[in-house]
Nanobody
Framework: QVELVESGGGLVQPGGSLRLSCAAS????????MGWYRQAPGKQRELVAA???????NYADSVKGRFTISRDSAKKTVYLQMNSLKSEDTAVYYC???????????????WGQGTQVTVSS
């Protein structure tokens, strides 16, 4: 059982910045991926950024150079620093943790409830 609690969303003007936080409780496997997804009205949920248990990162092309994903030293909280925000970034942002069993590579996904990010002047 993993619970994810998100914070940091809100209203920001174009060009502004926000930092999202996601605090995980429960068991995070040694092999895992933590990431952020977003879903805008009328669109599919998409991966924004992810970080692996070996600290590899990847980003959607639309956010490269603007967003940075990171974790705290305990690897229990994941952050998304969002700079140079655009109206196209408006969406509900969801934290995700994927636990991966080393022996079988079976995966289990856990989701936060979502936090609204609105970029508007």
């Amino acid at each position: 059982q993993v619970e994810l609690v998100e914070s940091g969303g809100g209203l920001v003007q174009p060009g502004g910045s926000l930092r999202l936080s996601c605090a995980a409780s429960g068991v995070i496997f040694s092999l895992n991926v933590m990431g952020w997804y977003r879903q805008a009205p009328g669109k599919q949920r998409e991966l924004v950024a992810a970080i692996t248990s070996e600290d590899a990162t990847n980003y959607a092309d639309s956010v490269k150079g603007r967003f940075t994903i990171s974790r705290d030293s305990a690897k229990k909280t994941v952050y998304l620093q969002m700079n140079s925000l655009k109206s196209e970034d408006t969406a509900v942002y969801y934290c995700n943790v994927r636990n991966i069993e080393v022996a079988t590579l079976m995966t289990s996904d856990y989701w936060g409830q979502g936090t609204q990010v609105t970029v508007s002047s």
